[in-house]
């Protein structure tokens, strides 16, 4: 990988961030016009259900029958739990839009941050759901000593 694609990779993801914490804000915006935190949930999601659907039918690649042939069978447990992702995300974006009048944006996101790093220095050291197994360091638990000192640091 090239310097420069590095550095393009980086800016992605920390524009993804920055999209997060845009996301979070509108949300909350959105249930205080709609006055429900339910329906603001739903629209972000439809919204996005919708901005997905675009890309799905115009990039290149297997049509949604051709992705289900190939796929596990329906009721095994990894196939069932695969599924459930956007539940969590339904759940992220609940407890941000009821969380980010109270706490503010940037204390919602740092904890959310924090909760990810923790999150996922378990799926790693235990291999959770296909994972390689990344046991944890004391240079990782002192990555997220750091992530839980900035949002004590945001909230001063």
Same mark, same amino acid.
């Given at each position: 990988?090239?310097?420069? #694609?590095?550095?393009? %990779? ?8 920055? %999209? ?6 509108? &949300? *909350?915006?959105?249930? *205080? ?21 675009? !890309?799905?039918? /115009? ?11 190939? *796929? ?5 447990? &990894?196939? #069932?739990? %695969?599924? /459930? ?9 609940? /407890? ?11 204390? !919602?996101? *740092?904890?959310? !941050? ?5 999150? %996922?220095?378990?799926?790693? $050291? ?6 390689? $197994?990344?046991? !944890? ?20």
């Amino acid at each position: 990988m090239t310097a420069a #694609w590095s550095a393009f %990779s980086y800016l992605l993801v920390v524009g993804a961030g920055v %999209s997060v914490a845009l996301q979070q804000v509108l &949300n *909350a915006n959105l249930r *205080a016009e709609l006055g429900s935190p339910w329906w603001a949930g739903f629209v972000s999601y439809f919204v996005g259900m919708l901005a997905m659907l675009v !890309v799905a039918l /115009t990039s290149p690649g297997p049509r949604l029958p051709d992705s289900f042939a190939g *796929a596990a069978p329906w009721l095994s447990w &990894n196939s #069932w739990l %695969s599924w /459930t992702g956007g539940l969590f995300g339904a759940l992220f974006i609940a /407890t941000a839009i009821f969380m980010v009048p109270r706490l503010g944006a940037a204390t !919602v996101l *740092a904890l959310i !941050v924090v909760g990810q790093m923790l999150g %996922s220095l378990a799926f790693d $050291h235990f291999g959770l759901f296909g994972l390689a $197994h990344q046991p !944890v360091s004391p240079t990782r638990l002192a990555g997220a000593a750091a992530l839980i000192l900035g949002v004590v640091l945001i909230r001063l």
